[in-house]
């Protein structure tokens, strides 16, 4: 079984300042990792995702996560967040391999408030 | 284009009632995708849909829990005799079906029970 611990359920930050959303997993397969968004009063979005290659990931708002084999650990961050940043933030995992490559194990979320 | 529709937005029942939630997926999507959302418990999988292979229904809570699939598009969740730990935000998502594709979610159906 996986499953996906994220360490901080609210992070606030000011605008302009770094952050990092921390993400670790557990599972005896290999992964594939995601991140998504849900904005206010919006639906769940991929933000970005690892499946294999380069294990540091970009998405198109500045966003990077880096997939840590080792530490078992796909750590969101961002060097300077925007107020418009401000949403839940959720990790996931599906297995690599094997029939339950589809079956998403999502972490409880992590809020991020950016104040001005 | 469209994406992931979901009726109704909003769904307020008494206990014991059952009730239906329904899944409009993106046209040429063959996967769909049924989650809960709820305080407490986060996001939790309840049943996969894949073409015309059996679904995988291992996260359904109870046997009051069904869904079903017609045509390979709209899918239907069913809650009968709905107890008031089924309150949450029920979530569809739709993909093609390649590995470690991106799931596209609808808005959800937020239930309340009563």
């Known amino acids: 079984a996986q499953s996906v611990t994220q360490l901080d359920s609210q992070v606030p930050v000011f605008e302009e300042a770094p952050v990092e959303l921390r993400c670790n997993y557990s599972?005896?397969?290999?992964?594939?990792l995601f991140w998504y968004v849900q904005y206010p009063n919006q639906g769940l979005q991929l933000l970005l995702k690892?499946?294999?290659?380069?294990?540091l990931v970009e998405s198109i708002n500045g966003f990077e996560a880096e997939f840590n084999k080792s530490q078992t650990s796909f750590h969101l961050r961002k060097p300077s967040v925007h107020i418009s940043d401000t949403a839940e933030y959720f990790c996931?995992?599906?297995?690599?391999?094997?029939?339950?490559?589809?079956?998403?194990?999502f972490g409880k979320g992590t809020l991020l408030t950016v104040n001005p | 284009g469209a994406g992931v529709s979901q009726s109704p937005s909003n769904k307020v029942t008494e206990k014991g009632k059952d009730v239906e939630l329904r899944c409009d997926p993106i046209?040429?999507?063959?996967?769909l995708y049924w989650y809960r959302q709820s305080l407490g418990q986060g996001l939790e999988f309840l049943i996969y849909?894949?073409?015309?292979?059996?679904?995988?229904k291992s996260g359904l809570p109870s046997d009051r829990f069904s869904a079903e699939r017609t045509g390979g598009s709209v899918s239907t969740l069913t809650i009968q005799r709905t107890q008031q730990e089924d309150s949450a935000v029920y979530l569809c998502?739709?993909?093609?079906?390649?590995?470690?594709?991106?799931?596209?979610f609808g808005p959800g159906t937020r239930l309340t029970v009563l």
């Open positions: 998502a739709s993909s093609f079906y390649l590995r470690g594709d991106e799931q596209f």
């Open positions: 599972s005896s397969v290999s992964v594939y």
């Open positions: 690892y499946l294999s290659g380069s294990t």
């Open positions: 996931a995992v599906s297995e690599g391999s094997g029939g339950s490559n589809y079956k998403l194990t």
């Open positions: 046209s040429g999507h063959t996967a």
């Open positions: 849909f894949q073409g015309n292979s059996a679904p995988d």
